[in-house]
């Protein structure tokens, strides 16, 4: 059995660095479009976008092992 604190531990952890992963990229991707010449706001939208796309493919991803281990069991 998972013991319940190392498992909150974990999802806080986890979300955190998930967060902090997103944002860099975010402001990676922007200083790149801004080195090239667009816009501020064009630039920050972009990167807004990048961090969201890649979001949305983890969460995507992570839905096939949670319906795996969360199915229902029948009797």
């Given at each position: 059995?998972?013991?319940?604190?190392?498992?909150?531990?974990?999802?806080?952890?986890?979300?955190?660095?998930?967060?902090?992963?997103?944002?860099?990229?975010?402001?990676w991707?922007?200083?790149?479009?801004?080195?090239?010449?667009?816009?501020?706001?064009?630039?920050?939208?972009?990167?807004?976008?990048?961090a969201?796309?890649?979001?949305?493919?983890?969460?995507?991803?992570a839905?096939v092992p949670?319906?795996?281990?969360?199915?229902?069991?029948r009797?």
């Amino acid at each position: 059995m998972f013991p319940c604190g190392l498992f909150n531990t974990t999802q806080v952890v986890g979300g955190s660095l998930g967060l902090a992963v997103l944002s860099v990229l975010a402001a990676w991707h922007t200083d790149g479009l801004l080195d090239r010449g667009t816009e501020l706001v064009a630039a920050t939208a972009e990167g807004y976008q990048l961090a969201f796309r890649v979001a949305t493919v983890i969460a995507a991803g992570a839905l096939v092992p949670a319906a795996a281990v969360l199915r229902e069991r029948r009797a």
